[in-house]
């Protein structure tokens, strides 16, 4: 019988496509984003974390086979740089939002980071606060976007036929983000969270966290309230 590959916590970060630190919160059991389905792979290998690459395949499998998918679009190698290139595509045609200051900083370093659509808005707008945005993304191993937000973004470009296909190639066809769905994971997350939050940002932030998103960039007043959450202002 052929031994068992083992992975490490740099190996299983590259293979899944998100950073070690989302990793480590995944099997955590005092992370906000502990995901008790993936942290059962996690062995012990004296004092390093190991995962058994057949086992890593299994859970990975049957993800893909859910009723939805969690098999997320390929990120671009050059993400960063069309990202930068979209800024400012919905300037004079959709207002920019009034942004939401939070005291408190960020604290984000590294892992992926996602988007509620008042930022987003931001950057698509070049409003106030773009240049935060941009700075945060410079630190971001790569983007997160919910598709309940992808879609509202498109309903509301869709207002402007001439706008709606640069913004559909933007959300859609560059590969700038890694979409989240609305999967298991992301409707049991969003059972345990306040109605108050309001729908969509309730739904985009449970989607991009169940992604592995190690942030979520809001100016939703009340999931900035609420303690224990991956959540910032900008």
């Known amino acids: 019988m052929p031994s068992e590959k083992l992975l490490t916590l740099n190996e299983i970060s590259e293979k899944l496509r998100v ?3 989302t990793v480590q919160a995944w099997i955590s059991p005092s992370s906000p984003n ?8 996690a062995r012990h290998a004296g004092r390093k974390t190991v995962f058994v690459e057949n086992d890593v395949e299994v859970w990975l499998n049957q993800r893909r086979g859910a009723i939805y998918s969690v098999s997320f679009s390929e ?3 050059y993400w960063r740089e069309r990202f930068v290139a979209g800024r400012g595509i919905l300037k004079g045609l959709v207002k920019p939002p009034e942004t939401f200051r939070s005291p408190r900083t960020t604290g984000f370093s590294e892992g992926m980071l996602a988007f509620d659509a008042e930022p987003l ?20 191993e790569g983007l997160v976007l919910s598709i309940p937000l992808a879609s509202w973004v498109l309903r509301r470009a869709g ?9 559909k190639d933007f959300i859609l066809g560059q590969n700038v983000f890694e979409l989240a769905p609305f999967n298991e994971d992301a409707l049991q997350r969003s059972l345990e969270l306040s109605p108050s ?10 989607c991009c966290i169940a992604a ?4 979520f960039i809001t100016g939703n007043r009340n999931l900035l309230k609420t303690s224990g959450l991956s959540v910032s202002g900008f």
Do not use: K
């Open 159 to 167: 207002r402007n036929p001439l706008q709606l296909n640069r913004i």
């Open 19 to 21: 950073s070690r630190h």
């Open 75 to 77: 990120r671009s190698a």
């Open 212 to 215: 592995g998103a190690a942030m």
């Open 34 to 41: 502990h995901r008790p389905e993936f942290a059962i792979l």
């Open 197 to 206: 939050v309001g729908e969509l940002s309730l739904q985009s932030y449970c």
């Open 121 to 140: 808005l931001v950057w698509l707008t070049d409003g106030e606060g773009a240049a935060e945005i941009f700075a945060l993304a410079g630190r971001a």
